[in-house]
Structures are given as structure tokens and as C-alpha cells.
Nanobody, 126 residues
Framework: QLQLSESGGEWVQTGGSLRLSCAAS????????MAWFRQAPGKEREFVAA????????YYGDSVKGRFTMSRDNAKNLVSLQMNSLRPEDTAVYYC???????????????????WGQGTQVTVSS
């Protein structure tokens, strides 16, 4: 059973940076496609970024391209999301997700992921 635990969410000023982490247990992140999604109040869960298993590449949602960077640390069995130039519209609960499949066409779909963390709140304001 894969367990995911996010950390790093907090309040930050507009234009600031945060780094989120997702620690995995029960399976290696190197053999798992990992992703970050976010959900703001009253909105649907939105794809943020994904990193495919076995070095299959990293992908980003349009709203975060050029500002966010997702990475994987196989030795620590975790993935991270470095968020720069944060905006108020980035405010949301950020979720880590995992799937054993690595199909490129599905990496941005909520339905493709079987395992989810509990989420971490990111609040951006001035």
C-alpha cells in the first residue's frame, strides 16, 4: 500500500517562493508516475505537474509553466514542487498523487491516479 504525505504548505506573499515535498512509503517513486494537483475552494481539482516513472519526463499545467519545477529524489523516495513567483491565484490545497501507469496522455487526469496524500494548504496574498 503506497502512502503519500505532503508538507511545506504555508502562507507566502505574492511573488514569493515555496517548496512542497511529498514523501512516499510502500513503493519506490522511481517506478511510479507522481503528480501534483491543486484545488481551490469551489473549484475542480487542477493538474499542476507530473513526473513520469522510469525517467519518462516532467510535465506542467499551463498556469504554472515557467514558475514551478517538479523533481524527484529517488534516494529519499520523495518528490518536490518548487514554486516561484507565486500569485494569489495559486492559493489552494496541493495534493500529491501517484499511479503505477505511465501513459503520457493521462498524466493530467485526476482519474489516472490511484493514491493521494491528505493535501497541504498554500495561501498567497499581499
Amino acid at each position: 500500500q503506497l502512502q503519500l504525505s505532503e508538507s511545506g504548505g504555508e502562507w507566502v506573499q505574492t511573488g514569493g517562493s515555496l517548496r512542497l515535498s511529498c514523501a512516499a512509503s510502500g513503493r519506490s517513486v522511481s517506478t511510479t508516475t507522481m503528480a501534483w494537483f491543486r484545488q481551490a475552494p469551489g473549484k475542480e481539482r487542477e493538474f499542476v505537474a507530473a513526473i513520469r516513472r522510469h525517467g519518462g519526463g516532467t510535465y506542467y499545467g499551463d498556469s504554472v509553466k515557467g514558475r514551478f519545477t517538479m523533481s524527484r529524489d529517488n534516494a529519499k523516495n520523495l518528490v518536490s514542487l518548487q514554486m516561484n513567483s507565486l500569485r494569489p491565484e495559486d492559493t489552494a490545497v496541493y495534493y500529491c498523487a501517484a499511479t503505477t501507469t505511465g501513459i503520457l496522455s493521462t498524466v493530467a487526469r485526476v482519474s489516472a491516479y490511484n493514491d493521494w496524500g491528505q493535501g497541504t494548504q498554500v495561501t498567497v496574498s499581499s
